[in-house]
């Protein structure tokens, strides 16, 4: 019998887990063949007291081969596996920890375009622009900076791509993809460092 393994992706699991099964980690192909080796036992983590552990393939062929030595296992990834173990809580606090984080980026975004705007000199080029546009430096300079703070503001809006709920369903935001990039950097760093 050949089966066929992918590894999922994001394996959390509770720390009060006995026994991590093929089924959890992997999905597994043909479906004809998944009933008789999902319940297989890739590795015992009962009473796990560490926040992740790293599962090798090797282990896995090992595991599976113990209990059903006629079956050959195909990899459709090669990577070993991350897994990490969580103990599941309320979080009381998080509100305030949001909060917290948004008020300090907020105000960081905030000095940064300022502290653009003084660098370059921003109301000299206002002026200027202004003074090519209509002949004077000084009028409706204010209107003029107005629309320019709010292009600001929703050139930001825009760019994170959560402005318009209906149409960016469809693709996640530049936010979201650095997320995912930085948290498959850490993945793979845990998994090499493991191995040494």
């Known amino acids: 019998m050949e089966i066929y393994l992918k590894p999922r992706k994001n394996l959390k699991f509770e720390k009060k887990i006995k ?7 992997f999905y597994i192909y043909p479906s004809q063949n998944e009933e008789l080796v ?3 036992v890739v590795a015992h983590v009962n009473g796990v007291n ?12 090992s595991r599976i081969n113990n209990q059903n030595s006629y079956v050959k296992v195909n990899f459709l990834e090669f990577d070993d596996l991350l897994v990490h173990f969580d103990n599941p809580k309320k979080d009381n606090l998080l ?11 907020f105000l960081g975004a905030g000095m940064a375009i300022i502290n653009f705007h003084s660098d370059v000199d ?4 206002h002026k200027t622009i202004l003074r090519i546009l209509t002949g004077s430096e000084t009028k409706n300079l204010l209107f003029f900076q107005i629309a320019y703070s709010l292009g600001i503001g929703s050139g930001v809006a825009v760019f994170y791509n959560k402005v318009l709920p209906n149409f960016s369903k469809s693709e996640p935001s530049p936010l979201e993809l650095e997320v995912s990039t930085f948290k498959n950097e850490v993945q793979s760093y845990i998994i090499e460092n493991n191995k040494q």
């Not at 560490?50 to 062929?61: F, H, P, R, T, W």
């Not at 509100?95 to 980026?105: A, E, N, Q, S």
């Not at 921003?122 to 080029?125: F, G, L, R, V, Y």
């Open 50 to 61: 560490k926040d992740y552990d790293v599962i090798e393939l090797g282990d896995v062929i």
């Open 19 to 25: 026994d991590l099964r093929l089924e959890d980690l």
């Open 95 to 105: 509100f305030v920890r949001v909060l917290f984080v948004c008020t300090i980026l």
């Open 38 to 40: 999902k319940d297989i």
């Open 122 to 125: 921003m109301t000299k080029s």
